[in-house]
């Protein structure tokens, strides 16, 4: 098995405590989200919290593809950080990234990151209504999208757990997670109100949001909350119909689990 590891520069003095705590990813019991298909533990090197993302191994094809064509999802992640911290956009500082292969595949890989306490993610926004700053949070985080939109970051998974906020004194702090999937150069007005696709299903966020995002364009109003409206849809559509698509061909895994 060959591997590659690389660690920020800054943080070179670690590099001993990092790689101990990739070895003993599996020991480590404090597990951050869901672990549906990659699975994040949050440990303690040098007194502070990180979070290692260990990659679920691709299947076949995919293996020969980041052996060879493509970078794997955990370098994307650190390379794509490094780029937001350039850009003025915050994310969780990047520690290093560690890739094992073979001489045709590849396997495992694992992101390393600081860990930022959060005081909520967007998610919370579409499920509690009720949250006494929720407007105020949700105008912010409009701003902050339309700062990514001129920045040229065009982020593909821009989905209600990938934006971790902060309640500061003077307003909010959002930092970017997730990011192996990213773009980055000019945004048209169409892919900018496109990004806003996946962040919820509710009508009355959209109508905030759109609201906000004229208020920064100086667009119409109504032809951003149409068209962000009409972009929510087709993705919701989208989704559910994969998701019944998924439940048709997989039914075997439900009786196997009887």
């Not at 997670?177 to 892919?191: C, P, Q, S, Y």
Request: net charge positive; proline share 2%.
């Amino acid at each position: 098995m060959h591997n590659k590891f690389i660690i920020h520069p800054n943080h070179t003095l670690i590099e001993a405590q990092v790689k101990n705590a990739i070895f003993d990813f599996d020991g480590y019991q404090d597990i951050l989200g869901d672990a549906e298909r990659n699975v994040i533990k949050i440990v303690e090197i040098n007194g502070e919290k990180h979070t290692i993302k260990s990659f679920k191994i691709p299947n076949l094809i995919n293996q020969v593809a980041y052996r060879f064509f493509r970078k794997s999802k955990a370098e994307r992640s650190y390379n794509y950080a490094n780029k937001l911290l350039e850009l003025g956009i915050q994310t969780p500082f990047p520690i290093a990234y560690d890739l094992y292969t073979t001489f045709f595949l590849f396997k495992k890989s694992y992101y390393i990151s600081e860990l930022v306490d959060c005081d909520l993610t967007y998610r919370e926004l579409t499920t509690d209504f009720d949250i006494p700053d929720h407007e105020a949070i949700l105008r912010a985080f409009t701003r902050f999208t339309y700062k990514l939109h001129q920045k040229g970051v065009n982020f593909l998974d821009h989905s209600p757990g990938n934006t971790l906020i902060e309640r500061k004194e003077k307003g909010y702090e959002f930092y970017l997670v997730d990011l192996n999937r990213m773009k980055f150069g000019e945004m048209d007005f169409d892919t900018r109100i496109k990004n806003f696709a996946k962040l919820t299903i509710h009508e009355s966020m959209i109508k905030i949001m759109s609201n906000e995002y004229a208020k920064c364009t100086g667009e119409d109003e109504k032809n951003i909350f149409d068209l962000m409206w009409k972009y929510t849809q087709e993705f919701q559509n989208k989704y559910h119909n994969k998701k019944r698509l998924k439940r048709k061909l997989f039914f075997w895994r439900k009786k196997s689990k009887k």
